[in-house]
């Protein structure tokens, strides 16, 4: 009992001294929350642009913003900000977390790392970066891929499993961020991005009106290059109005810092102009004695004032020697070496409107189509689903009743940034065939090779064989699309 006693004194003592500290301390800034707001994506892999919006308060002694992004995976991405529609802010922004490392002593240190490469691979099949920084030029004029016929060889010991296509329920849109309840708290995810912080502060005495207007547009804009993982991930925004802990002794303060300054300033400049008196008679002084002694090697350099005059006379002749070569000589012709492609710049244009096309297995996912940067361009790449390679080999695909129809002839587009075709074919709704067209696509890893979807004779129709990537067997394992 009397040891619980003593902890109670103890702590009580050391609030005591704390507070005496910051007392001692004299008045300082602190933040005060206006809004605390955390919002969620209404699709787990997104690309954005995203927008936040804040409010400013005009409070006198500044505010602070801050926009940052809590996720199970790394994010990496880009943003601006503009104040009532100027722009003010641009700029990158990734993840950080934390790592616990010895330090050579056997004590734990912790520190923040960044990581600028994120966590997407469920998002997207993601290209080699060589495959990312290629340029390929426009084709001159559109190719025309000839149909093929379909091969009808039935799988041995095959089963007709009827399967018509199952309502899916996918973002079709650009994704949006979703308020969610909540104060905006951390919420323990192993990654956190800061996007951006805007902070100003008051630090004039007569100024009764903060550095940002009331009711004035806090905008912030952030997007990624490519879809990022925001699965269980929330946007936090938060605003804060600075305010002195003392507010007359703040102001009497900031009016004493000024008359220091004021005085460190005047000080300055007297010292300056002393400084400067003694340097124009030193060189004055060092004139005249040069002036007065033409041996003094120390004024004119080896050999006194003769040698000086002989060396500025072989360096016009020398001069007058170059320009005549050069006059001579032919002119060279540069060439201006390859620039790196401009990164766009802002964001992209919002998510194109998809609809999938049917559900080719049980277990595919779908993965939305995302806006991919090209030089100083932006390219739409399409949707697609992704087949389990435990649906293809369990031959839980698609099934139907009879063979489609001749594949139809089309007019490849002009390439895009060595992306790969892949050439339109034929599905089964459970009511009719009908045609999905081709898309360009970029491989998962250089190398690899697409093999197009097919229609096997199954029991009594046929079943979908889906297309997918065959990867080399050092670069990846085989990924189905």
């Not at 973002?171 to 323990?188: K, M």
Request: hydrophobic share 35%; with cysteine.
């Amino acid at each position: 009992m009397r040891t619980g006693i003593a902890s109670q004194r103890g702590s009580a003592a050391w609030l005591l001294g704390l507070a005496a500290l910051v007392s001692g301390c004299g008045p300082y800034l602190m933040n005060v929350k206006v809004s605390r707001r955390a919002y969620r994506s209404s699709a787990e892999c997104a690309q954005g642009p995203f927008e936040v919006h804040l409010k400013a308060t005009g409070s006198r002694w500044g505010e602070r913003f801050g926009v940052a992004i809590e996720a199970a995976h790394a994010v990496a991405g880009r943003y601006t900000l503009a104040v009532d529609g100027k722009p003010e802010q641009r700029g990158t922004f990734s993840s950080q977390f934390t790592v616990t490392e010895s330090d050579g002593y056997g004590h734990p240190v912790s520190r923040s790392v960044a990581d600028a490469h994120p966590d997407n691979k469920r998002c997207l099949e993601r290209p080699a970066p060589e495959q990312l920084a290629a340029v390929s030029a426009p084709a001159a004029e559109s190719s025309v891929v000839a149909p093929q016929a379909p091969p009808w060889e039935p799988p041995p010991g095959a089963v007709a499993v009827p399967m018509a296509p199952e309502p899916l329920e996918v973002p079709r849109g650009p994704a949006e961020l979703q308020e969610i309840p909540g104060d905006g708290r951390a919420s323990g995810a192993p990654h956190r991005a800061e996007v951006v912080t805007l902070e100003r502060g008051n630090a004039d005495p007569k100024v009764t009106s903060g550095p940002f207007t009331a009711g004035a547009d806090i905008l912030v804009t952030f997007w990624f290059d490519a879809p990022n993982d925001l699965a269980g991930a929330q946007v936090i925004a938060t605003h804060d109005d600075l305010w002195p802990t003392d507010e007359q002794k703040w102001v009497a303060k900031l009016e004493q810092d000024a008359i220091d300054r004021a005085r460190k300033q005047k000080e300055r400049e007297l010292e300056y102009q002393k400084e400067a008196k003694e340097r124009q008679a030193e060189a004055e002084r060092r004139v005249r004695w040069c002036g007065d002694h033409h041996d003094d090697e120390d004024c004119w350099g080896e050999g006194g004032y003769d040698g000086a005059v002989a060396r500025q006379a072989q360096a016009e002749k020398e001069a007058r020697e170059r320009a005549a070569r050069e006059a001579a000589a032919p002119p060279v012709v540069t060439v201006a070496s390859a620039r790196p492609p401009r990164v766009p710049d802002g964001p992209p244009p919002p998510a194109r409107v998809e609809t999938p096309p049917p559900r080719p297995s049980p277990h595919a996912e779908w993965v939305n189509g995302y806006w991919h940067r090209a030089g100083a361009d932006w390219v739409w790449f399409e949707g697609w689903w992704r087949v389990p390679e435990s649906d293809r080999l369990a031959r839980q695909t698609l099934t139907a009743p009879s063979p489609p129809p001749a594949p139809q002839v089309e007019a490849v587009p002009p390439q895009r940034l060595g992306a790969t075709w892949i050439g339109g074919s034929w599905s089964w709704d459970g009511r009719g065939w009908i045609w999905l067209p081709g898309r360009w696509s970029l491989p998962p890893a250089p190398g690899a090779a697409w093999l197009a979807p097919q229609w096997l004779r199954f029991g009594g129709g046929v079943r979908l064989e889906p297309g997918r990537w065959q990867v080399p067997a050092h670069r990846a394992a085989p990924v189905s699309r």
